[in-house]
C-alpha cells in the first residue's frame, strides 16, 4: 500500500488543546499513518484506531518495548554507551520485554496489591482534605498547583515509607524529575537532583534492609520470585518508575476531569447529587479526555505487516490510546461525556502484558480527589476560558499545566 499523502500537525498548543478533529480524521483517512520527522529522521508510525491500537499493544512480541533488541550487534556497537544516570532511569519494567518484563511484574504485583491499596483509602482522603484546609479560605486556587499536582506525590512518599521528616526533601526531587527538561541545563540541574536522590535512596534501602516496616520500599527490598530479587539497579529504576508513571497521569485525570464538568455542568451536577457514581464516572474520564495521548513507543521486532502497510524491523510505532478512545467503532456517541456509560473497554490505562500497574491506586487517587473537590467547594468554578488554557507540551500526556478556579466562602 502507497504512503499516505496527507499530513497532520501532532504539536503545538493549538493540536494539544484539541487533538480529537485531528485523530478523528486520521482514524477515518490514514489509519495507520507513517509520519516523517522534522530532522527527516525519527519517522514514527501513528495507529489511531481502536482495534489496531488494542492489536499492537496486545502483541508484545512483535511490537517490543525494548529497541536495543532490534538492532544487530553491529548496529548496537555503533552506539555511545549510556551514561550510568540514563542506564538507571530507562531499565525499568516499561522498557522490558518477555521473561525480563514478567519478572520485574511480577516482584511488583506481589506488593502493590489491591488490599494494599485498599488500605490507603483513609490515608488518602485525609491527604485530599488537609490540602483542600491548605487553601479553603482562600476562596481561589490553581487546581494543579495547588491540588492535583502535590497529591499523587505525598501519596507515593505515604507509600513508599518516606519517613515524615524527609517528605519536604522527598517533594523537591520528586517536583524536579516530574518536570519535564527541555533544554540541557534544565536536565543539568535534574541530573544533580537525581544523584542526591539515588544517595538517598541507597541509605533508606540500607535502613529497611536493617529494620524492616510495613511499606512498600521494604516490601520491594523482600519481595522475590523463583528465588531471585531485585538488584539494587532495578529498585532504583523501580521506585522512579513507580514515582513518575503515577505522577502528571493521576494530575491529568484529576484535571481533566475537572475541566470536563466544568464544560458539562449536566454532569457535574449528577455527580454532585450521586457522589456514587464516582467509580463509573472515573471511568469515562480516563475515557472521554484521558490523562496519555499515546502510549509509550514500541519497536517491529521483525519486518511485519499491519493494516496493509509494511514496518520494518526497529521502526517506530505509536499507538494513539486518545484516539483509540473516541473511535466510533468501540464506542456509542464517543465525543458525548456521559459519567453513566458503561466505558469498561477503555484504553486509558493501556492494554495487554504493560497494562498500567498503578490502576487500582490511580482510580481511588481520581475517585477520592473529585468527590472532595465538588464536596468541599460549594460553586466551585472555572474562572478562565478553556480555550486559554495552557496545554503540557510533553507528547505523551494529554492535559493542561494550571486550572484556575473559584468557590464560594
Ligand atoms: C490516571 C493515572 C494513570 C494513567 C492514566 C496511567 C496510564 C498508564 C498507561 C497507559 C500505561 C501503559 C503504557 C504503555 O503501554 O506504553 C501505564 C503503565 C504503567 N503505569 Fe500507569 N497510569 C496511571 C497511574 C499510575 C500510577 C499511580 C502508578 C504507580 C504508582 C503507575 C505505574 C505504572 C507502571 C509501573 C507502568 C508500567 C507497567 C509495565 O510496563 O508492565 N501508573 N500506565
Redesign the pocket.
Known amino acids: 500500500m502507497s504512503m499516505p499523502k496527507r499530513e497532520y500537525l501532532l504539536y503545538g498548543q493549538e493540536f494539544k488543546a484539541d487533538p480529537f478533529p485531528i485523530y478523528a480524521r486520521m482514524r477515518e483517512d490514514d489509519p495507520i499513518c507513517y509520519h516523517v520527522g522534522i530532522t527527516g529522521e525519527n519517522s514514527l508510525w501513528f495507529v489511531s484506531r481502536y482495534e489496531d491500537v488494542q492489536t499492537v ?1 496486545r502483541e508484545h512480541r512483535r511490537f517490543v ?1 525494548n529497541w536495543r533488541s532490534t538492532r544487530t550487534p553491529e548496529e548496537l556497537a555503533k552506539l555511545q554507551p549510556a551514561s550510568e544516570l540514563t542506564q538507571l532511569l530507562d531499565h ?3 522498557n ?1 520485554d518477555g521473561a525480563d ?1 514478567a519478572r ?2 511480577s516482584l ?1 504485583n506481589k506488593v ?1 496489591t489491591t488490599k494494599m491499596i485498599n488500605q490507603q483509602r483513609e490515608q488518602i482522603q485525609s491527604i485530599a482534605d488537609r490540602l483542600i484546609d491548605d487553601v479553603a479560605a482562600h476562596g481561589e486556587m490553581d487546581l494543579i498547583d495547588d491540588f492535583a499536582f502535590p497529591l ?1 506525590i505525598v501519596v ?1 512518599a505515604q ?1 513508599l515509607g518516606i519517613p515524615p521528616e524527609d517528605r519536604d526533601r522527598f517533594r523537591a526531587w520528586s517536583n524536579a524529575f516530574v518536570t519535564p527538561t527541555l533544554s540541557e541545563a534544565e536536565w543539568q540541574e535534574a541530573a544533580v537532583l537525581l544523584t542526591q536522590f539515588v544517595a538517598y535512596l541507597r541509605q533508606l534501602f540500607d535502613e529497611r534492609r536493617r529494620s524492616p516496616k510495613d511499606d512498600l520500599i521494604t516490601g520491594l527490598l523482600q519481595a522475590e520470585e523463583d528465588g531471585q530479587r531485585l538488584n539494587e539497579q532495578e529498585l532504583f529504576a523501580m521506585v522512579i ?3 513518575t ?3 502528571e ?2 494530575v ?2 484529576i484535571g481533566n476531569a475537572m475541566r470536563a464538568l466544568f464544560a458539562h455542568p449536566d454532569q457535574m451536577t449528577k455527580l454532585r447529587e450521586e457522589p456514587s457514581l464516582i467509580g463509573n464516572a472515573v471511568e469515562e474520564f ?1 475515557r472521554y479526555d ?3 495521548d499515546r ?4 519497536f517491529a521486532a521483525e519486518d511485519t505487516e499491519l493494516g496493509g502497510f509494511t514496518i520494518r524491523r526497529g521502526e517506530t510505532i505509536v ?1 494513539l ?1 486518545i484516539s483509540a478512545n473516541r473511535d466510533p467503532r468501540a464506542f456509542d456517541n464517543p465525543d458525548d461525556l456521559d459519567i453513566t456509560r458503561q466505558p469498561g473497554k477503555h ?13 487500582p ?3 481511588m ?2 475517585a477520592i480527589a473529585i468527590n472532595t473537590l465538588l464536596r468541599r467547594l460549594p460553586n466551585l468554578r472555572l474562572t478562565a476560558e478553556i480555550s486559554a488554557l495552557e496545554w503540557s507540551i510533553v507528547p505523551l500526556f494529554h492535559g493542561t499545566s494550571h486550572l484556575p478556579v473559584k468557590w464560594d466562602e
Open positions: 499493544l518495548k525499568h519494567m516499561l522490558a518484563h520485574l511484574r511488583v502493590f499523587p507515593i507509600i518508575l513507580l514515582i508513571a503515577g505522577h497521569t493521576t491529568n485525570l480516563l484521558g490523562p496519555v502510549a509509550t513507543m514500541r499507538p490510546l484504553l486509558g490505562f493501556g492494554f495487554g502484558v504493560h497494562y498500567c500497574v498503578g490502576a491506586l490511580a482510580r487517587e481520581g
